[in-house]
């Protein structure tokens, strides 16, 4: 079966091009001009197991805020669309990923119903080109393009590199286990019948 999608999305501030399979190993090249965030990217798709190729110019002397949020968008939309109908999906998924001293747990569902909950207590500051701020900025934008009910909270932490790194891994290993294939599921895993409004 292919779960994938190819994205263009261009405005005045960015340029992305993003292709996506749900059926992947990792593979794939990210270059934002955001170094922290490809980073992020890099380890979301081996921890997600999927193909990932992203190729962003943004308006970066601005600031990273267009870039991320627009990367956040065009993910998300791509996840939505490689997903179709979602017939036979898992449909949830949830990970606690520890990263040193850092902690982060994630929920997913996959419901057809945007809604990011974000918990986090990270200070003011900038990692690697990427405000801090973003990663709120990013996984809302995710959740709202992917029809995502997503919860993450970063529950410990004293390096901010290690607290934000380990919310990624833990959203990429909760989307594994909510694409995954059910092998007993045989239609849409709702009673209302669709999981895509």
């Not at 092998?183 to 895509?196: D, N, R, V, W, Y």
Request: glycine content about 10%; some cysteine; charged content about 25%.
């Amino acid at each position: 079966m292919t779960r994938s999608a190819e994205i263009r999305r261009e405005t005045a501030e960015t340029k992305i091009a993003l292709t996506l399979d749900l059926n992947g190993t990792g593979a794939g090249a990210r270059t934002t001009g955001v170094g922290f965030l490809d980073h992020m990217l890099d380890l979301l798709a081996r921890h997600a197991r999927i193909d990932l190729h992203v190729d962003v110019s943004g308006d970066l002397q601005t600031g990273a805020h267009h870039t991320v949020e627009d990367t956040g968008l065009a993910l998300g939309r791509a996840i939505d669309e490689a997903l179709g109908d979602r017939r036979g999906i898992t449909r949830y998924g949830s990970a606690i990923v520890p990263m040193d001293e850092a902690r982060a747990a994630c929920a997913i569902d996959i419901s057809g119903r945007p809604l990011l909950v974000f918990q986090a207590d990270l200070p003011p500051g900038i990692t690697g080109g990427m405000d801090h701020e973003l990663v709120d900025e990013f996984f809302r934008a995710v959740s709202s393009t992917a029809k995502l009910t997503l919860h993450l909270e970063i529950q410990r932490g004293t390096n901010v590199h290690h607290m934000i790194e380990a919310s990624f891994k833990a959203f990429a290993r909760a989307l594994r286990a909510a694409v995954a294939i059910d092998p007993q599921e045989t239609g849409i895993p709702s009673t209302k019948g669709t999981l895509t409004e």
